[in-house]
């Protein structure tokens, strides 16, 4: 692997960008969590039923609840069954396939309805079998927002010239 790239090595040192390695059995689990907290997408891990079992600051802010209010407990319990019941399936299609695969999602927020590219992949225990999944989400509303604006004004557009 080149000092350009990172990654994870078999035995499990984390070859960094620089050249350095890690164990990362001796990085601090604050460092990990500040790192985690300070992330503006929402980051999760969720089990096999999808309760989510860890995450951070801003998956709790775009809900509006506190740890307590997530943590263990089923989609259904705060958000509404369908957009869970979707949520649910495509956590269940990354776990079956053992494949990372990104999903458009539209979450009822503290907001009100927005839309998320998730990014998941199976979450694997020790042994290598599938125990959940991992993800990242990114609130894409606003270009959303954007594309159909832009579709609004190319679709007034054509028809002013195909009226010429």
Request: net charge positive.
């Amino acid at each position: 692997m080149s000092k350009q790239n990172s990654g994870r090595h078999p035995d499990g040192l984390v070859l960094t960008g620089n050249g350095y390695q890690t164990d990362m059995a001796s990085v601090d689990k604050s460092l990990l969590l500040t790192v985690l907290d300070n992330t503006f997408d929402p980051v999760y891990i969720k089990d096999t039923e999808s309760r989510i079992m860890m995450c951070n600051k801003a998956l709790l802010e775009i809900f509006g609840k506190s740890s307590f209010d997530i943590i263990g407990k089923p989609e259904k319990e705060y958000m509404p069954g369908k957009v869970a019941g979707v949520l649910h399936k495509n956590d269940h299609l990354v776990m079956s396939t053992g494949q990372a695969m990104t999903f458009e999602e539209v979450v009822m927020t503290v907001k009100g309805l927005r839309t998320f590219i998730s990014n998941k992949s199976p979450f694997r225990d020790a042994s290598g079998k599938i125990t959940g999944v991992v993800g990242i989400s990114h609130d894409i509303t606003e270009i959303k927002q954007h594309q159909a604006a832009l579709q609004k004004i190319s679709n007034r557009f054509n028809q002013t010239l195909s009226s010429l």
